[in-house]
């Protein structure tokens, strides 16, 4: 149950049955481009709007993850769900037609595992015997909502991360197979005060540092008891400011870290700068690489900490900083 | 635990310890002025812009409520809250220096309703000793966020609401002295295909009918076992759609019924139109006004049906409907 501060250990935990990603054409191309259930080469997906577009995306995955699970959508109690977009309407028009019981929810690029927590406590408590939890972004609609028409060809430094196209989906139960949920630790807000939004890995990798920190000391672990520790788009940056942070607290995780937002793309051909980010990210490289790894038993045991970075274009043309959010989530095999 | 398609019990319900509302001038104004903690008659809180003041609100608001329950921030394992503001700024940037590990929830106006549920089922589960669920909205903020600039005095038809400058918070414990939460209900989405968003109260209707529907299905209830199904902000036009709705599904809750944004603000003399809205609405309405009933015993058993409008000005911008959403939390002396 509560463990240390932030934490909470499932004794049965919660059972990964069913998982999805779909991703768009350029996160096709790159490294694990064979690894996600469905790559759309159109951009619009076949809607008018980005943001018709991301909700089609988010509408594909979830039914995918059910379908793959063997269930429909009536077997699904509760669903747990968030994208980028201001007042989350991909997902809200994305997930209408299931006519599932809804928690809407915001952790920026975090919120995959903010969905993982709540669906697996939902799960272990017996409130529900199935959920799916679901996370997306889109390239376009997240460069409309945070920076420049794309028309406007603007030059991105280095530091930045470019926002994937795609979205993850897990469907959770009490029984039956599948990789478990075994723990969660639920980040706090963590702020360095840093202001530069082309630079979210170094605005996130605090909170990530904060996280995986919290969740060692919760389950008096060391670095060495995981498999992988998955940052979720924290990018080359962000990845190195996190190793910096946790070695001064005298933690080391160069051997088991990963980024997905370092996984998605090729550095060489794809130019993406400092990686892949959007909560898209983390969520359907969990899907398309994590969970496979963990159900083979390849990977006994990893956490996977999605980080937020906590910013609007109000926020951030008003002065503010970006501060950075990040849960931890166990899973096992 | 579960109970119906949608629902939950809780046989030994989560209490509520402590709650603590803040309003603004406007708000203090109004028949229920007398009953908030605490009434700001500067509109920027002491800040500089609208959106620090929303989240000056929430600070005050949190640290209110926790101090009313004789708590610190320390004591609180968990945070769950939400505002109307793209990316959730109001409550990021307020709820930063509690350093409380934070649920950023989504709901439109209905996020007290989903907050509470979260909370009350992290409680019940023992996942958690103390939890403080809150929302907020700013009647500034929002009309920037959604409408137009205030300088601009746009013209508002009459069926339009005013958005509520206030946020509630409730500070939910396993034991402890106050008013139970025994039960919920968690809503889907619903659309009608309803587009005007200066009627919110007729888009979120239909989701209030549903929830409060599915609700007494679930439980097996009729409206006569509560002494008052309290939605959150119809106003008077979503109010009549509400009682028509359900009375075409046989249910009259016309006794019942008590809409939050019908009673802060005086339609006489206040100018609001259709009455009030915003998260801070029916947040800042049920602690100031239906938790003291509760406590005291006056009303035995209430639902409280916070209903929100999901919408955001790029769907609103691109033709799409406006659906509702709406979560409801039974309440017991």
């Keep these: 149950m509560q463990k240390g501060k932030s934490s909470i250990e499932f004794e049965n935990g919660p059972r990964i049955i069913g998982h999805a990603s779909v991703v768009g054409k350029k996160e096709g191309e790159g490294p694990l481009g064979n690894l ?87 799960v272990d408590g017996g409130y529900a015997d199935r959920v799916l939890s679901m996370a997306s972004s889109h390239f376009a609609s997240a460069e409309k909502q945070f920076r420049f028409p794309l028309e406007y060809g603007n030059q991105r430094p280095f530091s930045a991360t470019w926002t994937v196209t795609g979205c993850g989906a897990v469907v959770l139960a009490k029984d039956g ?51 992988r520790i998955i940052t979720g788009d924290l990018g080359v940056v962000g990845k190195q400011i996190l190793l910096k942070f946790l070695e001064e607290k005298g933690i080391n995780i160069e051997e088991q870290h990963m980024d997905c937002g370092i996984e998605i793309f090729s550095p060489s051909t794809q130019d993406t700068h400092a990686g892949g980010s959007g909560c898209g990210c ?52």
């Design 36 to 122: 996600f259930d469905f790559v759309e080469k159109d951009p619009m997906f076949g809607t008018k709007t980005w943001e018709e577009a991301e909700s089609r995306l988010q509408k594909i995955t979830a039914e995918t993850a059910i379908h793959k699970a063997g269930l429909t959508p009536e077997d699904i109690r509760y669903l747990l769900a968030g994208d980028l977009l201001g007042q989350l309407i991909a997902t809200s028009f994305g997930v209408m037609e299931l006519q599932i019981p809804l928690f809407g929810l915001y952790g920026a690029c975090s919120t995959m595992g903010e969905a993982m927590m709540l669906g697996a406590i939902l």
């Design 177 to 227: 197979d599948g990789p478990k949920i075994t723990g969660v630790t639920t980040g706090k807000i963590v702020d360095m005060g840093l202001k530069d939004s082309m630079n979210m890995g170094a605005c996130m990798a605090p909170a990530a540092a904060d996280t995986i920190c919290q969740h060692l000391k919760d389950f008096d672990r060391t670095s060495k008891d995981y498999d």
């Design 282 to 333: 983390s969520a359907s490289v969990l899907s398309a690489y994590v969970l496979p790894r963990v159900r083979s038993g390849e990977w006994k045991r990893v956490l996977f900490v999605p980080t937020g970075a906590l910013l609007s274009t109000v926020s951030f043309n008003e002065g503010q900083s970006v501060p950075g959010i990040a849960h931890g989530v166990v899973i096992e095999a």
